[in-house]
């Protein structure tokens, strides 16, 4: 079946801009998480959404950062006035909680680049 | 609070000998924890998990690894590298919400 899909996969934008990234998990996965992936940090967690709670929120580095997920599926990640510091790979996954599985499966990524 | 530390930021390796990773994790609970690989230039791809079932756990392409708790460890290991096991391996704590990655391992394989 269909895996976690994300666009744009590269994104080149100028300072000051604001981007919207986009991710389809996999259909019937309940939750969805972002996470950020930089030389200098590493992978670090976002947001996450589980189906209808309120999302956790606590991973954003600024109120520039914001998310929403649509319908329970569809998620978009918005970054306001970007920065050049928010150069990354911004990674979505998505998991299953039946069976208690929690595996989290990964897209392949968006390439931000702040010039 | 959950925190991973894995112990080498770079491991080499010849082609063909025993390939070991070192994890060791912090948890308040009892955590699941995860191996995922990422090739370069591509997306993180699960090798294993460990959810309280049994300590030593079976992945995809010939890689276990053993939960032991009472040292903390994870360690991750293959007895014979292949030069496709070359990447950057990240091992994982959950505590069965977002998940806490190490810094990554870097698996260099010479022939």
């Known amino acids: 079946g269909a895996g976690v899909s994300q666009s744009p996969s590269n994104k080149v934008t100028e300072k000051g801009k604001d981007v919207e990234l986009r991710c389809d998990p996999i259909s019937g996965h309940t939750a969805l998480y972002w996470y950020r992936q930089s030389l200098g940090q590493g992978l670090e967690f976002l947001i996450y959404?589980?189906?209808?709670?309120?999302?956790?929120k606590s991973g954003l580095p600024s109120d520039r950062f914001s998310a929403e997920r649509t319908g329970g599926s569809v998620s978009t990640l918005t970054i306001q006035r970007t920065q050049q510091e928010d150069s990354a790979v911004y990674l979505c996954a998505s998991s299953s909680t039946v069976a208690l599985s929690y595996e989290q499966y990964f897209g392949p990524g968006t390439r931000l680049t702040v010039t | 609070a959950q925190s991973v530390t894995q112990l080498d930021s770079h491991v080499s390796v010849s082609e063909g000998t025993p390939v070991l990773l070192r994890c060791n994790y912090s948890s308040s609970y009892s955590p699941s924890l995860f191996w995922y690989v990422q090739h370069p230039n591509k997306g993180l791809q699960l090798l294993l998990k460990y959810t309280s079932a049994a300590t030593l756990v079976k992945g995809i392409n010939g890689f276990e690894a053993e939960f032991k708790k009472s040292e903390t460890s994870f360690h991750l290991t293959k007895p014979s590298a292949h030069m496709s096991d070359a990447a950057e391996y990240f091992c994982v704590v959950s505590d069965q919400g977002p998940l806490t990655f190490g810094k990554g391992t870097m698996l260099l394989v010479s022939p």
């Open positions: 959404f589980q189906g209808n709670s309120a999302p956790d």
